[in-house]
């Protein structure tokens, strides 16, 4: 399931330069997540970074891309060229 970072931003820029797949960039408002580039951080690291440096926890997960574990490691894959 890719992320998606709700209204209640700061934009305290913490989570853009953490992110493996450059998944995150300023919005209108707010910063977004792209879901076709978020992996969740699926082979990369153990957990999501953005949501490990977010300090007001506003990174949830987008229950309008749900994928497993299994579909995040493929576009893990595909999109760094170890698949």
């Known amino acids: 399931m890719a992320l998606i970072i709700d209204d209640s931003c700061i934009n305290c820029d913490m989570c853009e330069p953490e992110c493996p797949n450059e998944a995150i960039t300023m919005g209108e408002e707010v910063y977004e997540i792209d879901p076709a580039l978020c992996t969740e951080c699926v082979g990369h690291y153990d957990k999501p970074t953005c949501v490990s440096v977010c300090p007001i926890d506003c990174i949830?997960?987008?229950?309008?891309?749900?994928?497993?574990?299994?579909?995040?490691?493929?576009?893990?894959?595909?999109?760094?060229g170890k698949g």
């Open 60 to 80: 949830d997960p987008d229950p309008k891309h749900v994928e497993s574990q299994d579909e995040l490691l493929i576009k893990y894959k595909v999109l760094t």
